[in-house]
């Protein structure tokens, strides 16, 4: 059963929990970047950042509903029913989980969140009880590790447990709790708190993304013609679909040319759109496009 939920909805509720915070000590806060000058270069972020913090990437799922007997994990005896599957997007179509276990592997803090109901109503009652957090799944892109297939892979899951990462069901032996998502950003706050949101880190971060992106020339996120925060996305998702067809034909090399060009010009609007502004926006605008997360900041409470 498909989710009855949206996942702007689910991003919704979820991120106002973490803004609420992880506890007594720690708060968060989402960065959405903006095209409008906030009196002085920078928009004011070297102030906001200079008590210390972490980065925080995270990409909201949603979850299918599984309770039929004709359930695929469910026949091969690996789970019992009802249970949950949260899609991970297949290589054929699209690098994105390639790129945020680099990311991930590069030390930054990087998570799947999916939650462990579908419909409207347990949606409302989790956002009323504040559980929302505690309602989900936090998965770790290397807790699931590289995928060279082509496949179409998931994580099926109950909460707490079990959890398979499947085509082939493989058991995930790890904590995927909010519970142990706290306790992994708290460990990694007071790692880097000191250095990891300043304006040196993150220009190296953005460089970074950057890299990883021209890695993957012939991966384009799948967005409509149109502005995102204000910067024109050329429309390319039908060059990406020609491509998987005319592989066979050798026509392949020139529509990577091709992509690489849009790559290109793309990047050049972007830089020039976020010329004024602190890094931190442009990181949250190449993680939006190019990893489909959503960038975070985890910071101490203000006494």
């Not at 799922?61 to 899609?87: C, N, Q, V």
């Not at 995102?228 to 392949?252: A, L, M, N, S």
């Not at 926006?281 to 203000?302: H, I, K, N, R, W």
């Amino acid at each position: 059963m498909k989710p009855n939920i949206s996942e702007f909805s689910y991003g919704y509720a979820l991120t106002e929990e973490l803004v609420m915070g992880f506890g007594n000590k720690l708060t968060s806060s989402p960065v959405f970047p903006s095209l409008y000058q906030e009196g002085k270069d920078g928009g004011g972020w070297d102030v906001k950042l200079d008590k210390g913090g972490i980065p925080l990437f995270l990409q909201f799922k949603l979850s299918d509903y599984l309770k039929t007997k004709s359930a695929l994990e469910y026949k091969k005896g690996k789970i019992s029913l009802p249970y949950y599957r949260m899609h991970i997007r297949s290589k054929k179509y699209s690098r994105q989980h390639e790129l945020l276990l680099k990311l991930e592997r590069d030390g930054n803090e990087v998570y799947y969140s999916a939650p462990g109901f579908h419909e409207p109503g347990e949606l409302n009652d989790a956002y009323l009880k504040q559980k929302v957090k505690n309602r989900s799944l936090w998965v770790k892109p290397t807790y699931i590790g590289d995928i060279t297939d082509n496949k179409e892979h998931c994580v099926v899951f109950k909460l707490p447990k079990p959890h398979y990462f499947c085509s082939e069901p493989k058991e995930i032996k790890k904590d995927l709790s909010f519970e142990s998502f706290q306790n992994e950003i708290y460990s990694a706050f007071e790692e880097r708190k000191e250095y990891a949101l300043s304006r040196n880190s993150l220009d190296e971060l953005v460089k970074k993304i950057k890299r990883l992106a021209k890695e993957r020339v012939d991966d384009f996120p799948e967005y409509d013609s149109g502005l995102r925060f204000g910067v024109k996305i050329p429309r390319i998702d039908e060059e990406i679909k020609e491509i998987e067809k005319e592989k066979e034909e050798g026509k392949t090399i020139e529509k990577l040319l091709i992509n690489k060009e849009l790559l290109m010009n793309h990047e050049n609007m972007v830089e020039n759109k976020f010329s004024n502004k602190h890094p931190i926006e442009l990181l949250a605008y190449y993680a939006s496009f190019y990893f489909g997360s959503q960038l975070m900041t985890v910071t101490e409470f203000e006494k």
